[in-house]
């Protein structure tokens, strides 16, 4: 079959061999930060991203990475005692890597038949809203922690092979339950992202969907392949957009940032005013509106407390010369400021 023949790596393969290495670092906690600077750099090579998932997905998806690293060690071990008896014949000494290169040999002929069979989300789900300045936190049936931003809303389905949650509108930020043994995905429009576990903040919004990650790796897909690079791999610290003519390249970002809105506070480096604007409407009763278009791009870099929307308007309106029109009950307009005659 080309599809097994796709998915089937040699375990002296160079990129299949340098993934299995970093993989049992990261599983071991064994890297520094430089070593994260080079993993980053490692894994922004896009043929070792696919050979690092294949075998990431297959340790997980068959729930044996303890397992199969204890054995390694005990065998290693047992070669190595200075009081084991001589076999009979010389036998080859193995070592960890090489023993946990041929365990994932085998669960990569296993993830073929996960792979090949595509998830099936059911046809019932439960839906999560949440009403204007409400944040609501959820634990999903696996143990995974949804956190819901103000006027957000979520789908979720959860099968015997998949673990499924689709962003109808607003913004999540998830902590996801590791060695389920099942892919977790989250859908956004055409915006697809896909983890093990992990913990990530995804934003949909007019603009696009913005995807940042706390911790861990996540894999973005823009299904509508409109971009010329539909896919992208981020680790803790990254973040990319998914915007209409497809994703951005990916920018770094504190990964402590990912979700910060869960404490009560918003910030933003140079984005758009439109952005901030529509954030910051679902924390209020009355409609927050730019009645200027050409104000929508304007770069905003502002932080404030969620319960303080009103001073943070006024910054605004103070530091990037706008006007905050309250005269209606029900709305604020957002709008140029004209100048005075004292000021021409």
């Known amino acids: 079959l080309s599809g097994r023949e796709s998915i089937m790596t040699n375990a002296d393969d160079k990129h299949a061999t340098e993934a299995i290495k970093w993989l049992d670092a990261q599983r071991t906690g064994d890297l520094s930060a430089r070593d994260q600077t080079a993993f980053g750099d490692w894994l922004s090579d896009p043929d070792n991203s696919t050979a690092y998932s294949r075998i990431e997905n297959a340790w997980d998806a068959l729930g044996a990475q303890d397992d199969l690293r204890a054995e390694a060690l005990a065998l290693e071990q047992s070669l190595t005692r200075s009081d084991a008896p001589a076999p009979r014949r010389a036998a080859p000494m193995v070592s960890v890597p090489m023993?946990?290169?041929?365990?994932?040999?085998?669960?990569?002929?296993?993830?073929?038949?996960?792979?090949?069979?595509?998830p099936t989300v059911p046809a019932d789900s439960l839906s999560y809203q949440t009403q204007t300045a409400e944040v609501r936190s959820l634990e999903l049936d696996d143990g995974s922690t949804a956190y819901l931003?103000?006027?957000?809303?979520?789908?979720?389905?959860?099968?015997?092979?998949?673990?499924?949650?689709?962003?109808?509108?607003?913004?999540?930020?998830l902590d996801v339950k590791k060695n389920d043994g099942r892919e977790f995905t989250v859908q956004a429009g055409s915006t697809r992202v896909s983890v093990l576990g992990t913990s990530f903040n995804v934003k949909s919004n007019s603009t696009g969907v913005t995807v940042s990650v706390a911790e861990g790796r996540v894999r973005v897909v823009d299904e509508a392949k409109t971009a010329a690079a539909p896919e992208q791999v981020l680790i803790a610290g990254n973040e990319v957009k998914a915007l209409a003519d497809g994703l951005t390249e990916i920018t770094t970002t504190r990964p402590e940032q990912a979700g910060a809105w869960r404490?009560?506070?918003?910030?933003?480096?140079?984005?758009?005013?439109?952005?901030?604007?529509?954030?910051?409407?679902a924390?209020?009763?009355?409609?927050?509106i730019l009645a200027d278009e050409d104000l929508c791009d304007l770069s905003?870099?502002?932080?404030?407390?969620?319960?303080?929307?009103?001073?943070?308007?006024?910054?605004?309106?103070?530091?990037?010369?706008?006007?905050?029109?309250?005269?209606?009950?029900?709305?604020?307009?957002i709008r140029k400021a004209t100048k005075s005659l004292g000021d021409q």
């Open 149 to 173: 931003a103000p006027q957000s809303e979520i789908e979720v389905a959860f099968s015997d092979d998949l673990r499924a949650v689709t962003l109808v509108r607003g913004e999540i930020f």
């Open 263 to 281: 404490t009560g506070f918003r910030e933003y480096r140079d984005n758009p005013l439109c952005e901030v604007i529509e954030d910051a409407r």
């Open 300 to 333: 905003i870099a502002v932080s404030y407390r969620v319960s303080d929307i009103d001073p943070m308007l006024d910054t605004l309106a103070q530091g990037w010369g706008l006007s905050i029109d309250r005269t209606s009950t029900d709305k604020i307009i």
């Open 283 to 288: 924390y209020l009763e009355r409609d927050l």
């Open 99 to 118: 023993m946990i290169a041929a365990s994932v040999a085998v669960l990569v002929v296993g993830l073929i038949f996960v792979t090949q069979l595509s």
